[in-house]
Antibody, heavy 115, light 106 residues
Framework: EVQLVESGGVVVKPGGSLRLSCAAS????????MHWVRQAPGKGLEWVSS????????HYIDSVRGRFSISRDNSKASLYLQMDSLKTEDTAFYYC????????WGQGTLVTISS | ETELTQSPGTLSLSPGERATLSCRAS???????LAWYQQKPGQAPRLLIY???SRATGIPDRFSGSGSGTDFTLTISRLEPEDSAVYYC?????????FGQGTRLE
């Protein structure tokens, strides 16, 4: 069974940094593109970033490009999101998701940006 | 960027009725890359339909997906109370993945 477990969500002040992690199991992690998707409280789903299986190609939504960095460690079956220069509008649940014909999602971790 | 527009914004129906949810794309989306999700408060999105019309594991056959190109539909026949949720469509056929804004089903 595919399992994705996010961690690292905390309360951070504007301008601060944070690194989210996602531990994957139940599938061959190194074979799949992975994603981060977020959802601000009471709002819809917003794709944030993706990384190909080999870590070579990455993509970002415009609002986070240059501030967030996605990475992965296939030897640890782990996905990461380094978040810098955080803004209040980055407050959201952050989900990691496995690509494929169908996506599998984690349960999310809450990031709160507040002074 | 492929924009997805869902309609209606809110749908109020009774148990036993049929719900028809629409997702319109700003440019053509391959069926392979169109999915539907259900989300209830405090929960992660739950995959209902992938590849436009394939039901995910464990999803009742009351849920069906159809469409192609720029127009896709999620149909829920014989509504049950537990179907109250927000439903999202998603396209993953481009490097910039997008979601519709959601339809709230009451």
């Amino acid at each position: 069974e595919v399992q994705l477990v996010e961690s690292g969500g905390v309360v951070v002040k504007p301008g601060g940094s944070l690194r989210l992690s996602c531990a994957a199991s139940g599938f061959t992690f190194g074979d799949y593109t992975m994603h981060w998707v977020r959802q601000a409280p009471g709002k819809g789903l917003e794709w944030v970033s993706s990384i190909t299986w080999d870590g070579i190609n990455t993509h970002y939504i415009d609002s986070v490009r240059g501030r967030f960095s996605i990475s992965r460690d296939n030897s640890k079956a782990s996905l990461y999101l380094q978040m810098d220069s955080l803004k209040t509008e980055d407050t959201a649940f952050y989900y990691c998701a496995k690509d494929g014909l169908w996506w599998a999602w984690g349960q999310g971790t809450l990031v709160t940006i507040s002074s | 960027e492929t924009e997805l527009t869902q309609s209606p914004g809110t749908l109020s129906l009774s148990p036993g009725e049929r719900a028809t949810l629409s997702c319109r794309a700003s440019q053509s989306v391959s069926n392979t890359y169109l999915a539907w999700y259900q989300q209830k408060p405090g929960q992660a999105p739950r995959l209902l339909i992938y590849a436009a019309s394939s039901r995910a594991t464990g999803i009742p056959d009351r849920f069906s997906g159809s469409g192609s190109g720029t127009d896709f539909t999620l149909t829920i026949s014989r509504l049950e109370p537990e179907d109250s949720a927000v439903y999202y469509c998603q396209q993953s056929g481009t490097s910039l993945i997008t979601f519709g804004q959601g339809t709230r089903l009451e």
